[in-house]
């Protein structure tokens, strides 16, 4: 019989990341997906997207192969910018905080 565990909602805390770092890599994640989302949408090829996003193909195969450790929130966010996307941020109380 496999044994399942109810997820927490953010798989990185399920994986043992601290909270801080763990909020960090779901939201860089999410960025992540929206992006590769787009170049997928958009049928785009990855020097299309370099030249759109204004960076080098390298990095555009760093992205959509999920290389999360290479992007911060911020370059995220401004790539996102440069595609013609808005983002829009909610913060919220965690459950377990007081």
């Known amino acids: 019989m496999v044994k399942m565990t109810k997820s927490s909602g953010n798989v990185f805390s399920d994986l043992g990341f601290d909270d ?3 909020e960090n890599l779901k939201l860089r994640s ?3 997906q929206e992006l590769e989302a787009l170049i997928r949408t958009k049928g785009l090829t990855q020097t299309e ?3 759109l996003l204004g960076i080098q193909q390298s990095r ?3 992205l959509v192969r999920g290389k999360i450790d290479r992007f911060s929130i911020d ?3 401004h790539l996102l910018a440069k595609a013609g996307r808005c983002v829009e941020v909610r913060v919220k109380r965690r459950r377990d905080a007081a």
Request: glycine letters at 0%.
């Open 75 to 77: 370059t995220l966010v």
């Open 49 to 51: 997207a370099a030249e």
């Open 30 to 32: 999410q960025l992540m």
């Open 20 to 22: 801080t770092e763990a």
């Open 60 to 62: 555009v195969s760093d």
